[in-house]
């Protein structure tokens, strides 16, 4: 309803109420002249207040988002990324969902635009960090290799002076050398002070993050940044292979793709990974690794779990 629509229906029950209330103490005989009135106004006032809180309480997105990032409702789910070689783990994406009260699983691709534009990204991302850091310890044990644990950041939260020690405070939760930390950047603008980002990410390299430039050849990845930044893995997004099937010019592009990151020594890793002939061609082209359906769907932790005790036993 627009609001002028709202205001009108308030201001219009408002009165409605100051009529009825009036009808009602008229009839009482100890409730005459003076008081009538009184308690009318009194009544009127009252339920005037209540009808513009509540009726003219227009959803406010950022508010309710703000408010779910506080009750710990945003919750994370883990994507599953196997070595193309052996189909063993590497690690997960971690990947956010909105929990409702109601019980329904919200898509981060309804509410994480909103907290990219607010700002709200940074503390969801803190508080996604620290859920991950409290339950994903307990899952895991020593293993030949770290497990790599990728988040999405943005640009401005990598940026910004307490993210070298979000990313510390995240690793600080488990016991040391068990897992690798791996930050997704992803340019839904382009990159501003690339000078900067440069700096900023050799930083974090120093510190034993991999840096992952995701969703390559979309939006605005430019092939100038991995050049000018310290990139050790792509993410080919699923677009490249979603016509692998069918079209020669599909696989024209992701060769050329995978070409040009194994020329630059990057690690590759294609996304949304749905059939076995996907799989296959890959892997002759010497993938690094794979993630998509055809491995997992992003899952809760105690399913993630299940597949780390089937994967130590193989
Ligand atoms: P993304 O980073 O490219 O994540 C991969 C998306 O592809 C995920 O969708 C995943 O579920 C989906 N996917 C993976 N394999 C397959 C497949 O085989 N087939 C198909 N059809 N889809 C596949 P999801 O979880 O809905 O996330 C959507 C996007 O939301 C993410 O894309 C990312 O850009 C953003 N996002 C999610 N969590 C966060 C977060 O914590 N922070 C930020 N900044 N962005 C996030
Ligand atoms: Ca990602
Ligand atoms: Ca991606």
Redesign the pocket.
Known sequence: MAKQNVRITATVCSMVAVLICGAIFSWFPVLHGWSSLLLTVFLAIVAGVVLWRYVLRQPNPYEDLEQAIHLNEIVP?Y?PIVHSDTGELYGV?????WATPEGELV???SF?PL??ESGL?IP??RK?MAQVGKELPAILTARRTPFHVS????TAHIQSDTFIEDCRTFIRQFPPGIIRLTA?I?EREPFEKVAALKETLALLQAHDVTIAL??FGTGYSNLNYLNALPIDLI?I??IFINGLAENNNAIRLIDLVIDMAKSLNLKVLV????TSFQVDYLRQKSVDYF????FS??VAVNELALQLGKDATT
């Open positions: 789910l994507q994406e971690v990947l956010a969902r898509s981060p691709v994480i907290a990219e990204i969801l991302t996604l988040f999405n950041f943005t997704e992803l995701d969703d993410k997004d699923k996304e949304g990974v749905e993630q998509g359906y055809f769907k992003p």
